[in-house]
């Protein structure tokens, strides 16, 4: 065998012995290289692991599209209070009293929204409800919710409800047997009105009372009376109330008080405890009483503002005591077709009340049958101011306090337990 020195690194052969011979010595010099390389990493600076591979495009596509699935459905809720699911399970809500009304959750609800704009033409949100542009309801019992009792007390569900059904606009029902979708909100405060009360959150109605309103208020001055100072209208949802009226269910009614609006805004404290004032002479369950108006309290231009308002297309009807329509008759020296609409009823001594026409698109809303005819001022009127509607005959015999049943769910169209629902 030839060698080579390691001065000439002249080649040599090899047997096959040699050949095995230098494999070996091969694998052993690729170990040690290895072993090396393993201890300078975990001396040195970071040698970082392989990076992981690169998620598929197939995979990062589902991921988006999963994400905009979760996003693509949202769900309304002002306050956790009116789950109805809650509500109804848990009994939050007592059927007997108005609801207490924390003073955050008073603030909340009684803030001024902005001014709602004049609704577009009847017509044209008759056609949008036809066409089904806007969410509509079902008028089958088969909708109600599972999670809805029918015999859950419908004051105590729909006095929890902080805001409007996001629906079409429409009234539902009779006016003291309904519910209201859509409803708007008065501003609290305006050009020439105010809204009282605040903590009972009652200053939604259907769109066309809104406008009505504003509407009256606009005129308001022109007719020598500053503004309006304005009650009771109907719950974000309508139904039944939790205190007070009997109707103001289907967002058509609202009061008005006959205390003038002052040139200031009124506090919320004023809007709580400030009382109207009673344009009558004394009290009307008296025998042989004066059941008239108070000269000192009563002015034209109290008149002129009721007239106003039942000059208006879409007054049905004006409640108030027979002694402000005495007053009204009196007053007319003209035209006294609106006199008509001017109804005789206890109380509504301190303030009147408007109740509007069923609007146009309202599916499912009742009026009432139009008044009589003629101005009311005759042989009605003069009943009105007799003592037979006020000073019972003989004293009532005591009874035994029967509880008062109160207006379950199912007693409403099944129409407003979708609004009672709606997100």
């Given at each position: 065998m030839r060698r080579a020195t390691a001065a000439n690194c002249v080649p040599f052969e090899m047997t096959e012995a040699g050949l095995r011979t230098r494999h070996a010595w091969l694998g052993l010099l690729a170990a040690a290289c290895i072993a090396a390389l393993a201890v300078a990493s975990a001396s040195g600076p970071a040698f970082s692991a392989p990076l992981p591979r690169e998620k598929p495009a197939s995979l990062i596509a589902a991921d988006a599209l999963s994400r905009l699935e979760e996003r693509r459905v949202t769900t309304t809720r002002?306050?956790?209070?009116?789950?109805?699911?809650?509500?109804?399970?848990?009994?939050?809500?007592?059927?007997?009293?108005?609801?207490?009304?924390?003073?955050?959750?008073?603030?909340?609800?009684?803030?001024?929204?902005?001014?709602?704009?004049?609704?577009?033409?009847?017509?044209?949100?008759?056609?949008?409800?036809?066409?089904?542009?806007?969410?509509?309801?079902?008028e089958t019992a088969a909708a109600v919710p599972a999670n809805v009792s029918r015999s859950a007390v419908a004051k105590d569900l729909f006095g929890?409800?902080?805001?409007?059904?996001?629906?079409?606009?429409?009234?539902?029902?009779?006016?003291?047997?309904?519910?209201?979708?859509?409803?708007?909100?008065?501003?609290?405060?305006?050009?020439?009105?105010?809204?009282?009360?605040?903590?009972?959150?009652?200053?939604?109605?259907?769109?066309?009372?809104?406008?009505?309103?504003?509407?009256?208020?606009?005129?308001?001055?022109?007719?020598?009376?500053?503004?309006?100072?304005?009650?009771?209208?109907?719950?974000?949802?309508?139904?039944?109330?939790?205190?007070?009226?009997?109707?103001?269910?289907?967002?058509?009614?609202?009061?008005?008080?006959?205390?003038?609006?002052?040139?200031?805004?009124?506090?919320r404290d004023e809007r709580e405890s400030m009382s109207a004032v009673s344009m009558l002479k004394g009290p009307s369950n008296l025998k042989d009483a004066d059941r008239g108006v108070d000269p000192a309290k009563w002015s034209d231009a109290r008149a002129r503002l009721i007239r106003r308002a039942a000059q208006d297309r879409r007054v049905a009807r004006i409640f108030a005591h027979p002694g402000?329509?005495?007053?009204?008759?009196?007053?007319?020296?003209?035209?006294?077709?609106?006199?008509?609409?001017?109804?005789?009823?206890?109380?509504?001594?301190?303030?009147?009340?408007?109740?509007?026409?069923?609007?146009?698109?309202?599916?499912?809303?009742?009026?009432?049958?139009?008044?009589?005819?003629?101005?009311?001022?005759?042989?009605?009127?003069?009943?009105?101011?007799?003592?037979?509607?006020?000073?019972?005959?003989?004293?009532?015999?005591?009874s035994k306090p029967s509880k008062k049943k109160h207006m379950t769910l199912a007693a409403l169209p099944d129409a407003c337990t979708q609004v009672l629902v709606a997100r």
């Open positions: 002002i306050l956790p209070s009116t789950d109805i699911g809650d509500l109804v399970s848990s009994g939050g809500v007592s059927s007997g009293g108005e609801r207490p009304v924390a003073e955050a959750e008073r603030s909340r609800f009684a803030a001024a929204p902005l001014p709602q704009p004049a609704p577009r033409e009847r017509a044209e949100i008759a056609a949008e409800i036809a066409a089904g542009a806007a969410p509509a309801l079902q929890a409800m902080r805001s409007p059904a996001p629906l079409a606009a429409r009234s539902i029902g009779s006016y003291a047997k309904g519910c209201v979708a859509g409803a708007t909100a008065l501003a609290v405060d305006g050009p020439s009105w105010q809204v009282m009360r605040l903590s009972r959150n009652r200053n939604w109605g259907h769109p066309e009372l809104i406008d009505m309103l504003q509407r009256l208020a606009t005129d308001a001055p022109a007719l020598g009376w500053n503004g309006l100072l304005v009650g009771d209208l109907a719950q974000p949802r309508g139904g039944p109330m939790t205190s007070g009226h009997a109707s103001h269910q289907i967002g058509l009614d609202a009061d008005i008080w006959l205390t003038p609006m002052p040139d200031r805004t009124l506090s402000i329509k005495q007053a009204l008759c009196r007053f007319e020296t003209g035209d006294r077709s609106w006199l008509r609409k001017v109804r005789p009823w206890w109380g509504h001594h301190y303030h009147f009340h408007v109740r509007i026409a069923c609007p146009d698109g309202s599916i499912g809303c009742k009026d009432q049958n139009p008044p009589p005819a003629g101005d009311g001022c005759g042989k009605e009127l003069a009943w009105w101011l007799s003592d037979e509607p006020w000073v019972p005959k003989k004293p009532a015999k005591p």
